[in-house]
């Protein structure tokens, strides 16, 4: 999706962090050690207008799942229009994220992505959506995030025994990825 609606977005949105989808080149690096040879169960926190799951249901597998999870409305509804029977869209708060696993009948999944600009969140929010993170992950599960700063790392490391960072310099603003694994 363009540029504009991330900025209409922005203008009404505190939670909306960017002023433009994430570029191929932070969507690669992201994603680079899911393994796309098997089926996965992929749940993202804050999809935006889908970038991400464009280039996700390209490389997953037909018997693998994307479930995206999403608090501003406008990018629901443009969320809605992918028509795949393996995405499945919901309006919410990624602290509801056990909850929309079970909808799924999903006691544990492969990955969790994100994108939702945890320096927004409340302390609390933030340790409970990375506690429900964790307690969803497979052990050899991996959380994905990609964030404006380092800020994160702390926070990850207080939850997950392994956690790596690199950058991506080639995407506005310049993105920190995260990697952490139990």
């Known amino acids: 999706?363009?540029?504009?609606?991330?900025?209409?977005?922005?203008?009404?949105?505190?939670?909306?962090?960017?002023?433009?989808p994430s570029s191929s080149f932070t969507i690669k690096k992201t994603t680079r050690n899911i393994d796309f040879s098997k089926d996965v169960t992929i749940i993202?926190?804050?999809?935006?207008?889908?970038?991400?799951?464009?280039?996700?249901?390209?490389?997953?597998?037909?018997g693998s799942r994307l479930i995206m999870i999403e608090m501003n409305v406008d990018f629901v509804h443009q969320l809605k229009h992918l028509k795949d029977d393996r995405v499945s869209v919901h309006h919410a708060s990624a602290e509801q994220v056990e909850a929309i696993a079970l909808e799924h009948g999903l006691q544990k999944v492969d990955y969790i992505l994100s994108g939702i600009p945890f320096?927004?969140?409340?302390?609390?929010?933030?340790?409970?959506?990375?506690a429900a993170t964790v307690r969803l992950l497979h052990p050899e599960g991996i959380f994905l995030a990609y964030q404006t700063s380092s800020h994160l790392k702390e926070s990850l490391q207080s939850h997950f025994?392994?956690?790596?960072?690199?950058?991506?310099?080639?995407?506005?603003?310049?993105?920190?990825?995260?990697?952490?694994r139990m």
């Not at 999706?1 to 962090?17: G, Q």
């Not at 927004?120 to 990375?130: H, M, P």
């Not at 993105?175 to 952490?180: D, K, Q, V, W």
């Open 1 to 20: 999706m363009s540029t504009i609606a991330y900025l209409k977005s922005l203008l009404k949105d505190k939670n909306v962090a960017s002023v433009t």
């Open 44 to 62: 993202e926190y804050g999809p935006g207008t889908g970038v991400f799951a464009e280039f996700l249901l390209k490389h997953i597998s037909p």
């Open 119 to 130: 320096s927004f969140l409340d302390e609390k929010v933030k340790n409970r959506i990375l």
């Open 161 to 180: 025994s392994h956690v790596e960072t690199c950058y991506e310099i080639r995407n506005i603003p310049p993105m920190c990825i995260y990697e952490a």
